[in-house]
């Protein structure tokens, strides 16, 4: 069964960058769609942006053009680099995986059936 493991959140400053870390576990991540959501406090949780098997991403308007997702699939790692953070940055970041089917990925959180236990991203001053 494919587990997941989040890491590399922390606090950092407006404008700074941050590496996420999802190390899986059990199965390979060759068929799977990888993607990276977050809940901030007082907010329902979103999508931020998802690759299928076959390196197509799929990106929220929020982190477009700041956030990369990439993937190493012989290491078994996703990963989320995030630059030029925000405050409104601030949230618990999750790591999800679904079976990837023909097609792009998808930002709602209910297809996604594995789930790491988040890691806490704050952004401050």
């Known amino acids: 069964q494919l587990q997941l493991v989040e890491s590399g959140g922390g606090l950092v400053q407006p404008g700074g960058s941050l590496r996420l870390y999802c190390a899986a576990s059990?199965?390979?991540?060759?068929?799977?769609?990888v993607g990276w959501f977050r809940q901030a406090p007082g907010k329902e949780r979103e999508g931020v942006v998802c690759?299928?098997?076959?390196?197509?991403?799929s990106f929220a308007d929020s982190g477009r053009g700041r956030f990369t997702i990439s993937r190493d699939d012989a290491k078994k790692t996703v990963y989320l680099e995030m630059n030029s953070l925000k405050p409104e940055d601030t949230a618990v970041y999750y790591c999800?995986?679904?079976?990837?089917?023909?097609?792009?990925?998808?930002?709602?959180?209910?297809?996604?059936?594995?789930w790491g236990q988040g890691t806490q991203v704050t952004v401050s001053s």
């Open positions: 690759m299928n098997h076959f390196g197509i991403t």
């Open positions: 999800a995986a679904k079976r990837s089917i023909v097609g792009r990925c998808v930002l709602s959180s209910s297809p996604y059936d594995y």
């Open positions: 059990g199965v390979t991540l060759d068929y799977y769609a």
